[in-house]
């Protein structure tokens, strides 16, 4: 599991989540939208909570994983931020 992962704010890892190879899907139920990552050929699918101030740290790493990143794509992806 990658370590340090720090809270972030919605907009902060919509953000280093497009850098990534994510793209917006559409508008789901409430605050959540909903984006798209495809990995060796496969979709890979993840709502993400917009009305949070801020995603605590174990909710990121599930987006993360939800969406096929590896440990070192994830350090890679939090160092460039």
Request: net charge positive.
């Amino acid at each position: 599991m990658p370590k340090n992962v720090p809270s972030l704010k919605p907009r902060e890892l919509l953000r280093i989540l497009i850098a990534g190879g994510c793209s917006f899907l559409r508008h789901g139920k409430g605050d959540h939208d909903i984006y798209l990552r495809i990995v060796e050929g496969r979709k890979r699918i993840a709502p993400i909570d917009m009305g949070a101030g801020e995603l605590s740290s174990p909710y990121v790493i599930r987006i993360f994983r939800q969406f096929g990143f590896t440990d070192q794509e994830i350090d890679e992806l939090l160092a460039n931020r």
